[in-house]
Every structure is written in C-alpha cells, then in structure tokens.
C-alpha cells in the first residue's frame, strides 16, 4: 500500500506558475505507474499528466507545452510543474499510483489504485 500526500496548491493569476508536489510513503513508488488528475467545480475528474517507472510522459492536450510532470524515486515524490496557467486549470489537482510489472504510462482514471487527498489551484483572471 501507498499513501499519497499533495501540497503545493494556492491562488495565483493568470499567465503565472505553480508546483505542486505529491510526497509517497507506506511503499517506493519506484514500480508505480504515477499520475495526476483534476476536477473543476461541477465536473467530473479529468486526466492531467501522467509518468512511468522509467520517465515516459503523457499530458492532455489542454496543458501540453504548459505543464511538465517529473518524478524522483530516490525522494518518493513527483511533481508537476504548472506555467502559464489560465482560469481553465482551476481545479482541486490529485496525484494518483497504481503498481505495474512493467513500465507503462497510465492515463485511465478507472486504473488507478491510490489517490491523494488533493490540493487546491485557483487561477484568478
């Protein structure tokens, strides 16, 4: 089992940055497929950015060139880096895990076995 913490979130305007951070404990998330997911008010969860064990990144194409997802096994964290944020990306952000045999990127919600609480990311226009 993982347990999965994010931090990082806060209000910032438009055109700004913002990183946020998912810390890991319980397990290594070295053999995890990592993820991150957000849900506007009065939407569903929505697929962020995603990682595998090895590196390999996916992103939706609403923040592709804008966010950029990393990982740090050694420190059992990720992160995601957020630029050039609009309104849109107004959101409570999740970091979520899910173990695999193999190294894979991960970007169905349904997939996913271990969430965060969420944190928080209020862009002002």
């Known amino acids: 089992q993982v347990q999965l913490v994010e931090s990082g979130g806060g209000l910032v305007q438009t055109g700004g940055s913002l990183t946020l951070s998912c810390a890991a404990s319980?397990?290594?998330?070295?053999?995890?497929?990592m993820g991150w997911f957000r849900r506007a008010p009065g939407k569903e969860r929505a697929f962020v950015a995603a990682i595998s064990s090895s590196g390999t990144t996916y992103y939706s194409d609403s923040v592709k060139g804008r966010f950029i997802t990393s990982r740090d096994n050694a420190k059992n964290t990720m992160s995601l880096q957020m630029n050039s944020l609009k309104p849109e990306d107004t959101a409570v952000y999740y970091c979520a895990a899910r173990f695999t045999g193999y190294s894979r990127v991960v970007v169905t919600t349904d997939e996913y076995t271990n969430w965060g609480q969420g944190t928080q990311v209020t862009v002002s226009s």
């Open positions: 319980g397990s290594t998330i070295s053999a995890y497929a």
